[in-house]
């Protein structure tokens, strides 16, 4: 029931943007936590940037000062803008979802994953 939809994706050259988007149903959005996750062949998927329900955010050293995350929660939909982009961003990038609460234990939600190819 619960989907995360990814989008956004494509082939850029390097120094080039891209904004990817991702739209979750089923889920109350507002509270619950989201992330950009990313995975390169034959590395570990590793956390790109976090952003908790109430806006504080997290990122990779690696993409810090280059990418943004950002949320709108009337959309259901989190942000992860990526500007001067290398040839080491690509990766297939993966939304999250954390659930979690104070009151309740919560559930961990995945995207299908869109790909990210950044040419030099």
């Known amino acids: 029931q619960v989907q995360l939809v990814e989008s956004g994706g494509g082939l850029v050259q390097a120094g080039g943007s891209l904004r990817l988007s991702c739209v979750a149903s089923?889920?109350?959005?507002?509270?619950?936590?989201m992330a950009w996750y990313r995975q390169a062949p034959g590395k570990q998927r590793e956390l790109v940037a976090r952003?908790?329900?109430?806006?504080?955010?997290n990122y990779a050293d690696s993409v810090k000062g280059r990418f943004t995350i950002s949320r709108d929660n009337a959309k259901n939909t989190v942000y992860l803008q990526m500007n001067s982009l290398k040839s080491e961003d690509t990766a297939v990038y993966y939304c999250?979802?954390?659930?979690?609460?104070?009151?309740?234990?919560?559930?961990?939600?995945w995207g299908q994953g869109t790909q990210v190819t950044v040419s030099s």
């Open positions: 999250n979802a954390n659930t979690a609460t104070r009151h309740e234990l919560g559930y961990v939600y």
């Open positions: 952003i908790s329900s109430g806006g504080s955010t």
């Open positions: 089923r889920i109350t959005f507002s509270t619950s936590a």
